[in-house]
């Protein structure tokens, strides 16, 4: 704990492979279009939440702060680290992480234009 807070790791931005979690390809209506996308962001969320959990497990597993955190806390104070480097493996598989995940469509990318190889209607 640094200064009687546990340390905290954000990531702000993260995508999803968009081909495991694609839907049905959606009607031409667009309200219905949205609804469909409302309906599917808490499974992307749910989906992204849990590779991030599988992913931390592994590298608890492995004892390999693949993540930075502590060059971050060699960053912020270098004295602390030095008392925390030696067992620093051990430390940082016994760390509990809490992954929060928040979707928000912005786009769907399925509106690319032409495909590659075909000419554009004028």
Same mark, same amino acid.
């Given at each position: 704990m640094?200064?009687?807070? *546990? *340390?905290?790791l954000i990531f702000t931005e993260a995508a999803p492979e968009a081909t495991s979690l694609s839907p049905r390809w959606p009607s031409s209506n667009k309200a219905s279009w949205r609804t469909s996308w409302k309906r599917r962001t808490p499974k992307i969320g749910r989906e992204v939440e849990r590779r991030l959990q599988e992913g931390i497990a592994v590298?608890?597993?492995? =004892?390999?702060d693949a993540?930075? !955190?502590?060059?971050? !806390?060699?960053? %912020?104070? *270098? =004295?602390?680290?030095?008392?925390?480097? *030696?067992?620093? #493996? #051990?430390?940082?598989? %016994? !760390?509990?992480?809490? /992954?929060?995940?928040? /979707?928000r469509m912005l786009s769907t990318g399925l509106n690319v234009g032409t495909p590659f190889g075909t000419k554009e209607r004028k």
């Open positions: 640094l200064r009687g807070r *546990p *340390p905290s590298l608890k597993r492995e =004892k390999l993540l930075g !955190i502590g060059t971050q !806390i060699y960053r %912020r104070n *270098p =004295k602390l680290w030095r008392r925390l480097e *030696p067992d620093w #493996d #051990d430390r940082f598989a %016994r !760390i509990r992480f809490q /992954v929060r995940v928040e /979707v």
